[in-house]
């Protein structure tokens, strides 16, 4: 806007230079017309009478007015394109941004709304949903009753937008969220922990330095308050929000840096550290065949008797039956195994044994 209000200024100061040459050259050129109209005047009046012997002498020309140059047209600036607000529902939440993107369209194009009312029917179009749409019906509906349009002003138009689309109790609010554990950060990123905190700051209209430092810090990840609070050099001031702000922004930053590297580290495929021997392998053990199956050899068939019936090694003993109580060994009832007389050891046998 500045740039814009000096190049006019500058343009219209060469305009009115212009205009002084060309108003001095014209006064000038007058002045000798009125002149010679004079001496011709004269002449005709009273004639002298050598007038006939004397030859004509052509008159002096008449010196013609310096030609101005045209004045360059100024160079036609570019316009960023705009776009429209979005379509409005009538959340209380979204209010202030609605009006926000309306004042910043209307103050980019002005040129768009000469009239007043222009602006307030271009944004009663967006009211498109819920209780925005009932309001802007209501409106016309007042107006054809009273042939009057209720809103005459955008001012106007601003303070009845506050009242039906602002919260009630925007500052309590606010308050009471901050008094809270409601804003901490949680798992929200940093950007988003630190545009909410402001807002609610912004309405609850805390403006002490200290006071500010304290509760966003309170709100933020336990992590992240550690890094700060251990900085080997430079502590941050509890009196400077916006250092607290910076350095927060920075010290994310850095995590998501390493997080990155982290994930592109554990991503790689891993690299053997084992050489591998350059020398060919010996021709000896190149040279073996391969190993041979080794031969199935079949079990022989099991013993028969002349009788054609398996022969059973514990025959001679199953024919003996053993007693219920005793020694098993040779048979007495008097005594178990433990105690049998006839036992023998295998250190004392003799041959025949």
Same mark, same amino acid.
């Given at each position: ?19 002084? +040459? ?83 369209? !209307? ?14 029917? =271009? ?27 209720? %809103? ?9 937008? =506050? ?30 922990? &630190? ?7 912004? *309405? ?15 709100? &933020?990840?336990?992590? !992240? ?5 251990? $900085? ?11 250092? =607290?702000?910076?350095?927060? =922004? ?22 053997? &550290?084992?050489? %591998? ?14 190993? &041979? ?13 002349? $009788?054609?019936?398996?022969?059973? %090694? *514990? ?18 009832? *008097? ?10 050891? +295998? ?7």
């Amino acid at each position: 806007m500045a740039d814009t209000l000096g190049y006019l200024q500058h343009h219209l100061q060469e305009l009115t230079e212009r205009q002084h +040459v060309s108003e001095s050259n014209i006064n000038s050129t007058l002045a000798a017309l009125t002149a010679q109209l004079q001496q011709l005047t004269q002449l005709v009046a009273n004639p002298p009478l050598s007038l006939l012997a004397i030859p004509n002498t052509p008159l002096p020309p008449v010196p013609s007015p310096p030609v101005s140059p045209s004045p360059t047209p100024p160079t036609q600036q570019t316009r960023p394109k705009l776009s429209c607000p979005l379509d409005f529902n009538g959340e209380h939440h979204n209010g202030r941004a609605f009006l926000n993107s309306c004042s910043l369209y !209307i103050c980019l194009a002005p040129e768009q709304f000469h009239d007043k009312q222009k602006r307030i029917l =271009w944004a009663l179009t967006f009211f498109k949903g819920g209780h925005a749409a009932k309001w802007s019906e209501n409106i016309f509906h007042q107006e054809a009753d009273t042939s009057v349009f209720p %809103i005459q002003t955008w001012g106007e138009f601003k303070q009845q937008f =506050w009242l039906h689309f602002f919260p009630a109790n925007m500052e309590a609010d606010a308050i009471n969220t901050l008094e809270g554990t409601f804003y901490y950060q949680g798992n929200q990123t940093v950007d988003d922990y &630190l545009d909410s905190f402001q807002a609610l700051v912004s *309405n609850a209209g805390y403006t002490d330095p200290w006071t500010l430092v304290v509760k966003f810090r309170q709100g &933020l990840r336990l992590g !992240i308050q550690n890094q700060i609070a251990t $900085m080997p050099y430079g502590r941050l001031a509890d009196t400077d929000p916006d250092v =607290w702000y910076k350095a927060v =922004w920075r010290i994310d930053q850095v995590c998501l840096t390493n997080e990155a590297f982290q994930s592109v580290s554990r991503s790689a495929p891993s690299v053997s &550290l084992r050489t %591998i021997s350059a020398q060919p392998p010996p021709l000896s053990a190149a040279r073996l065949p391969l190993a &041979l199956p080794s031969p199935v050899i079949p079990k022989p068939p099991l013993a028969t008797l002349s $009788m054609g019936v398996l022969m059973d %090694i *514990n025959v001679t003993r199953k024919a003996r039956s053993l007693p219920l109580r005793g020694c098993y060994r040779c048979g007495d009832a *008097n005594y178990i195994v433990r105690d049998c007389p006839h036992r023998l050891d +295998v250190h004392q046998l003799t041959m025949e044994q």
